[in-house]
C-alpha cells in the first residue's frame, strides 16, 4: 500500500532563518507531488507541483522553492523566512489514470510559525 | 484556469438534520470532483468522490450530485452527527500534461449541534 511521510510536523522558526520541509512517498512509482499551503483558517493554496524528477512548477510567486530529487521525494525550501510564510504545509501526491484526474492523498502536515 | 466557488463558507445544523454544499466550477474539462473533511489541525482526507461521467454516488450517509450542464456539483450528508464536525473542500480536477490539476473550494466549516 501506499504511504505518505512528511516532517516535521511542527516547526518554529525566526524571520530570516532558512527553512527544508521534506516529504517522500513509498508504494508507488512517478507519482504527481504536491506542496499545498494552508493560512489559518483558509483553503488549501496551491505553492509547487511536480510530474517528475526535476520538474517543478510554480503556482505562486514567493520566496519559497520546490525540489524533486529523487523520483517520491519532494523538498519545499526558503532561504530567508517572512512572518507571511506561517502556515500549515501539506504535501500530496496522486497518480492520474489516463485522461482521468484521481485522489490526491496528503502527508500529515507540518505546522510552521515563524516567530 | 479552473475556478471553483464553494458555498456556505459556514454552516450550523441540529444533530440529525441534512447539511449540504454545494460548489461550482468553470472548466467543462474538468472530469473527477472529490470532497475532503478535514478536522482541526488535521490532514484531509477524501469522503466521496464522483466522475464526470456518473450522476449521483451515494455512500452511507453522504452522496455527492453532479450537473455537468450547469457546472456544478454538491455534498448531502443525512443524519448530521457531532462527529461531522469539520471543515469540508470540495474540488474540481482534470489531467494536463499528465498532471492531476486539482483545484479546491475554499472550504465549509460544518458545525452540528448536539
Known amino acids: 500500500s501506499q504511504t505518505i511521510h512528511q516532517w516535521p510536523a511542527t516547526l518554529v522558526q525566526p524571520v530570516g532563518s532558512p527553512l527544508s520541509l521534506e516529504c517522500t512517498v513509498e508504494?508507488?512509482?512517478?507519482?504527481?507531488l504536491y506542496w499545498y499551503r494552508q493560512a489559518a483558517g483558509r483553503g488549501l493554496q496551491l505553492l509547487f507541483y511536480s510530474v517528475g524528477i526535476g520538474q517543478i512548477s510554480s503556482e505562486v510567486p514567493q520566496n519559497l522553492s520546490a525540489s524533486r530529487p529523487q523520483d517520491r521525494q519532494f523538498i519545499l525550501s526558503s532561504k530567508k523566512l517572512l512572518l507571511s510564510d506561517s502556515g500549515f504545509y501539506l504535501c500530496?501526491?496522486?497518480?492520474?489514470?489516463?485522461?482521468?484526474?484521481?485522489?490526491?492523498?496528503f502527508g500529515q502536515g507540518t505546522r510552521l510559525t515563524v516567530v | 484556469g479552473e475556478n471553483v466557488e464553494q458555498h456556505p463558507s459556514t454552516l450550523s445544523v441540529q444533530e440529525g438534520d441534512s447539511a449540504v454544499i454545494k460548489c461550482t466550477y468553470s472548466d467543462s474539462a474538468s472530469n473527477y470532483f472529490p470532497w475532503y473533511k478535514q478536522e482541526l489541525g488535521k490532514r484531509p482526507q477524501l469522503i466521496i468522490d464522483?466522475?464526470?461521467?456518473?450522476g449521483e454516488k451515494k455512500d452511507q450517509r453522504i452522496a455527492v450530485t453532479l450537473n455537468k450542464t450547469a457546472k456544478h456539483f454538491s455534498l448531502h450528508i443525512t443524519e448530521t452527527q457531532p462527529e461531522d464536525s469539520a471543515v469540508y473542500f470540495c474540488a474540481a480536477s482534470k489531467v494536463v500534461d499528465n498532471n492531476n490539476d486539482m483545484r479546491f473550494g475554499a472550504g465549509t466549516r460544518l458545525t452540528v449541534k448536539p
Open positions: 464522483i466522475r464526470s461521467n456518473v
Open positions: 508504494g508507488t512509482s512517478n507519482p504527481n
Open positions: 500530496a501526491w496522486s497518480v492520474p489514470h489516463g485522461r482521468w484526474a484521481t485522489e490526491a492523498f
